[in-house]
């Protein structure tokens, strides 16, 4: 049985396909609903729960695992299924009161329904069950290194927790705390990982994307339980603030009354082909590669605004990364990444179109890649470093998504070359690589978001990238980087201080790509010459 112990704080207790959330609080336990940005002081079902002896004293929680909370005098609450929360145990009285102020206490027997429809349950029965859904689901975790076991299990739960029933499949959301529905490319970083477990479970993600596809070829933004985003007229609040100290200037501008789409950066292919080279299924391919084609289409048709073969985000949201201070120069913008995943997505059609029997398309695909490259590098590329441009000028702000054309592996050689330089001097390569904004840039905030934090699928897609531009030793430091920032960090962050390698204050627990790419990144690893990985070791 796993040893993962939840703190019923950052890491509640909670279950697959459950919406109920159980957490500490001063006096007693919370049992909340996750509910679509929304917070849980909104969506309080139970306060104030506690078990207590004969005297009515409140018995503490001896510990709290995947499969049960259990109280110091044995008493034990569980998940009977996904709605149904049972508290059970003999020789005590639990109490709890409810967000109209009605309060209840009572004896305890066997057990007792807190939430869900009504029925009889058995504590042995209860359990049992618990335990070999937990041990089922552990049994597929890909074997890791000792020193990374224990982060890695807490990774695996969190994949699990955040699977939940979205529209007609199980999707795996970003995190309980708020972030209910699948985002685009959330969803794209999760199937990675759940490749590993179950491919048809990573396919159900790609297809939740797919499945809602726009007329145009566009991906949604976000597929929640009220339907879609796919459009907005609206700006981060941060972006927002910023855009209005720029008004008069050169691409300075607000956004205006019409919707803009919104979408998240195509990696859709790219995550398709990972999930065939794990567990090959020409059905699944022959299926979505119209609809990849599309999709990779749209960017051309809807999203290059002056024609030029280099499309551009339309908006902040669509980037990704909300509150980058790119966007401090207006909201339409055309940073190095877009473009270089677009060559990277050009290569996966053009393999998926050769396992299909389809060598016509499979050659045009590879040639669209070639020039595609060619035109990022005449176009953009200033002999020192790929210029992000902003309202079609350029723009001088630094940050790494300079360096994501590595992930085309198609740069000449001292292009790459100059790109590994960059990201391996004091601009990027500190403690904890790798800042999303360069630390001498003067926009750089370790702790603002995708202002200077440390990000997981950042360094994913860099450390990929590496590897694809022949530069494995680098690609092995930023892998062993990052799995040690994270193993001693304490918990599965969204995003973390690349100064001290700690959680960021603004960053929510039990982030699903967090725990998505760190499983991935450890599995497989080989053993260290010592017996531990050590961050602090390892020479920039």
Known sequence: MSTVQLDLVERPFTERGSRLLVTAAPDGLRVARAEYETPLDATTELTALAVRDPDGRPVPVASATPSEVRFANGASLMFADPTTLVLSGRRAHASWRRPDGTARTLALTDCHVLTGPPGTWS?????????????RWFAHLPPVRPDLAERARMAWWTLAVNLLPIAGREGLVPSKYGYLGVWNWDALFHAVALRHASP?????????????????GQLPDVVHEHGVLAETTDLPRSDLARLSEHVGRANGVLPSA????????????WA?????????????????????????TWWFTASDPDGDGLPEYLHPYSSGLDDSPVWDHGPRAEPPDLNSYLILQAD??????????????????RARAAAHTE????????????????????VDVRTVLDLMPLLTGRLPAEVAGALERELRSARFWGE????????????????????????????????????RSGFTATADELRLRTLAMVRDAGGLYEYWNPLTGARAPRATSGFGWSAALFVDLAADLPEPADDRLDAGTITP
């Open 123 to 135: 504590e042995q029965t209860v359990r049992a069950a618990a335990e070999h859904r937990w041990q």
């Open 200 to 216: 048809a479970l990573a396919r159900d993600q790609i297809m939740l994307l797919l499945d809602h596809q726009l007329p145009d």
């Open 258 to 269: 019409e919707p803009v789409p919104v979408t998240k950066p195509p990696l859709a292919a």
């Open 272 to 296: 398709v082909w990972k999930i065939h080279r794990t567990d090959p299924d020409l059905p699944f391919l022959a299926a979505v590669y119209p609809k990849l084609v599309r999709a990779h």
């Open 348 to 365: 996966r059609l053009a393999d998926i179109a050769h396992a299909l029997g389809l060598p016509a398309d499979a050659a045009r695909w």
């Open 375 to 394: 035109l990022l590098l005449t176009r953009r590329w200033d002999g020192t470093r790929f210029r992000t441009l902003v309202g079609g000028a350029p």
């Open 432 to 467: 904890h690589p790798v800042p999303t904004v360069a630390f001498d840039d003067p926009a750089f905030d370790p702790d603002a978001m995708w202002r200077g934090p440390v990000w997981l699928n950042v360094n994913y897609l860099l450390i990929e990238g590496l590897r």
